[in-house]
């Protein structure tokens, strides 16, 4: 009786599992792997309503001695193919997912390059346009200084050539920021220390940079990124934390590199921050589009700190 109740409660889960298989066949698009696994079901649901008829009817009423073997076959061949069309399944997923990473790392790389293209036009224009006029400009300014003896007409040519001088300045800066050619012709050492000795001469922060790079070049991608994480992490520092200590350290170890940065400013509150206004998005945005890990933590009256790990392999695997 306890196996009969078994056998009912078997065919019944058979049953049940055949029936859900077919009605989801439409839902897989008909795909062969699942229509072979359903014969297979079918065939195992029929095998168990074989068995408890055999065992309600009894001995009178017994199915052909071959009935089972056949079913067995029929399931055992669905489940084999089966299985073999799933393996295509799961590498035809695999490519995909592949030509998904290398798909968006081709749109990463231009939305890269026409930035730093657009960056770099920008910078020129600015250059060779503004920069020609405003020395001109000093050039007359100097020549009219001559002709005036009047004190107080002086001191408006005085002021007047240091507001030009501090406009040539401030316009160098900005045109450097914006495409800087230290980056593009000595690499990402010699652009971080450039741009921290021009960080230290406009916030009056003292900044400590230790590094183990010379002149080695990574690809192109590495070094914008670095740079512009790098030139964020200073900026938030100066414009938002109050900091009069930053510490940046940039190795290169074992095919990777490694960049930890900290502050001594206000800090912040992890959890009541979004990285609105502090640029914090806009470092785990660049960091992640090359594969890279990124903490930053921070607490009020603690300041900051920033860890960067990058596989130079992982970076440029798909380039």
């Known amino acids: 009786m306890i196996l009969e109740i078994l056998l009912l409660i078997s065919v019944a889960a058979q049953l049940l599992a055949a029936i859900y298989a077919l009605r989801l066949m439409a839902v897989t698009k008909y795909n062969v792997a699942w229509i072979l696994f359903t014969v297979a079901l079918c065939a195992l649901a029929l095998t168990r309503v074989g068995q408890y008829y055999q ?52 749109i990463l790389d231009t939305i890269l390059r026409t930035e730093e293209s657009e960056r770099a036009h920008f910078s020129k224009e600015l250059h060779d346009g503004l920069g020609p006029l405003l020395s001109s400009a000093k050039m007359s300014l100097s020549a009219m200084e001559a002709r005036f003896a009047d004190p107080r007409e002086e001191e408006i040519m005085r002021n007047l050539s240091y507001m030009i001088d501090e406009a040539i300045r401030s316009l160098r800066e900005i045109s450097n920021n914006l495409s800087p050619h230290t980056l593009k012709d000595f690499g990402l050492y010699r652009a971080i ?108 009256g603690h300041g900051m700190t920033a860890d960067i790990a990058l596989d130079l392999n992982e970076a440029t695997r798909w380039k």
């Open 193 to 300: 220390d450039s741009y921290i000795r021009r960080s230290r001469s406009i916030g009056g922060v003292k900044i400590a940079f230790n590094s183990n790079l010379g002149a080695q070049r990574f690809d192109r991608n590495v070094e914008i990124i670095l740079f512009r994480v790098v030139s964020e992490l200073i900026t938030n520092s100066l414009k938002h934390s109050g900091a009069s200590q930053i510490t940046l350290s940039l190795y290169e170890l074992e095919g990777g590199i490694r960049l930890a940065y900290t502050d001594n400013g206000k800090g912040f509150d992890p959890e009541a921050s979004t990285g609105t206004g502090m640029g914090l998005s806009n470092i785990h945005s660049r960091i992640g589009s090359i594969k890279g890990n990124v903490k930053i933590a921070g607490r009020p």
């Open 55 to 106: 065992i309600v009817a009894g001995k009178e009423w017994r199915l052909p001695s071959d009935f089972f073997v056949w079913v067995g076959v029929v399931s055992s061949l669905c489940f084999a193919v089966g299985i073999f069309y799933v393996s295509k399944i799961f590498n035809y997923i695999n490519n995909t997912s592949l030509q998904q990473k290398l798909t968006q790392k081709r």
